[in-house]
């Protein structure tokens, strides 16, 4: 189902019970770490119903079920609730057995999970750049950091010789991965791609991804948005 209901936020009542052969997505449409969540639902063609929620106005019965408030955010037919990105894509991949996205060989599975691990010391940088910028500071220090941290993701592929980071098909490292480069050109992020041809050749591969293609925005949808948040009120019902 694809996400398209309008988000739900404090005082809105609480969707009815997850239907038996579903489960059920806490989501915001333009958030890169459900985005994660949802790539895997599709790649794996699982059942699911999609809950969007105001993530500024969120509503107490969200908070009940995650104390945290944040999405992604599953939930069972049976109440049971997972939450953090990695986790809920690990328990999906777990849970729903058909078309495993994570490698059975334990060795291939840390490696995939050591280089989740190194990808998160990159995500901050897709937030510090656009937010410093803003406010008219240089970001050419950051921006150099940032493509010193991209070219060892280059170096990964041209050493591996493969089209993605888990092989040549995608696995569940790609989809994890995926949200923020999706993102770059928004950001006026993509020429710090400019000297890592591997990297920008998995971005093409990427994008020709079925999956991919049924879960992005368009850039200029995703300016829209991004603007609406950077200036503290977030749209995040634009273009429903």
Same mark, same amino acid.
């Given at each position: 189902?694809?996400?398209?209901?309008?988000?739900?936020?404090?005082?809105?009542?609480?969707?009815?019970?997850?239907?038996?052969?579903?489960?059920? #997505?806490? +989501?915001?449409? /333009?958030?890169?770490?459900? *985005?994660?969540?949802? @790539?895997?639902?599709?790649? %794996?063609? &699982?059942?699911?119903?999609?809950?969007?929620?105001?993530?500024?106005?969120?509503p107490d019965w969200?908070?009940?079920?995650?104390?945290?408030?944040?999405?992604?955010?599953?939930?069972?037919?049976?109440?049971?609730?997972?939450?953090?990105?990695?986790?809920?894509?690990?328990?999906?991949?777990?849970?729903?057995?058909?078309?495993?996205? #994570?490698? +059975?060989?334990? /060795?291939?599975?840390?490696? *995939?999970?050591?280089? @989740?691990?190194?990808?998160? %010391?990159? &995500?901050?940088?897709?937030?510090?750049?656009?937010?410093?910028?803003?406010?008219?500071?240089?970001?050419?220090?950051?921006?150099?950091?940032?493509?010193?941290?991209?070219?060892?993701?280059?170096?990964?592929?041209?050493?591996?010789?493969?089209k993605f980071f888990?092989?040549?098909?995608?696995?569940?490292?790609?989809?994890?991965?995926?949200?923020?480069?999706?993102?770059?050109?928004?950001?006026?992020?993509?020429?710090? @791609?400019?000297?890592?041809?591997?990297?920008?050749?998995?971005?093409?591969?990427?994008?020709?991804?079925?999956?991919?293609?049924?879960?992005?925005?368009?850039?200029?949808?995703?300016?829209?948005?991004?603007?609406?948040?950077?200036?503290?009120?977030?749209?995040?019902?634009?273009?429903?």
């Amino acid at each position: 189902m694809a996400a398209s209901q309008k988000c739900l936020g404090k005082g809105s009542p609480a969707p009815g019970l997850v239907p038996k052969d579903h489960i059920r #997505l806490y +989501s915001m449409r /333009f958030c890169p770490f459900a *985005q994660r969540t949802r @790539l895997v639902l599709n790649a %794996k063609g &699982i059942k699911h119903d999609i809950v969007n929620i105001n993530l500024k106005n969120k509503p107490d019965w969200f908070l009940e079920k995650n104390p945290l408030g944040l999405v992604p955010t599953l939930e069972t037919p049976s109440g049971q609730v997972i939450y953090e990105s990695p986790i809920t894509c690990e328990y999906l991949d777990e849970a729903y057995p058909e078309k495993k996205l #994570l490698p +059975s060989d334990p /060795f291939e599975r840390a490696q *995939q999970k050591m280089l @989740l691990e190194h990808f998160s %010391k990159v &995500i901050p940088y897709f937030y510090k750049i656009p937010v410093s910028k803003a406010k008219g500071e240089d970001v050419s220090a950051l921006e150099a950091e940032l493509k010193e941290k991209l070219a060892q993701f280059n170096e990964i592929l041209v050493n591996k010789k493969t089209k993605f980071f888990g092989g040549d098909s995608i696995t569940m490292i790609d989809y994890m991965m995926w949200p923020w480069f999706e993102r770059m050109e928004m950001i006026d992020l993509k020429h710090c @791609l400019d000297d890592t041809p591997r990297l920008n050749k998995w971005t093409e591969h990427m994008l020709e991804d079925p999956t991919v293609q049924a879960t992005m925005f368009s850039t200029d949808t995703y300016k829209v948005f991004y603007k609406s948040y950077m200036e503290g009120n977030p749209d995040y019902d634009y273009g429903l």
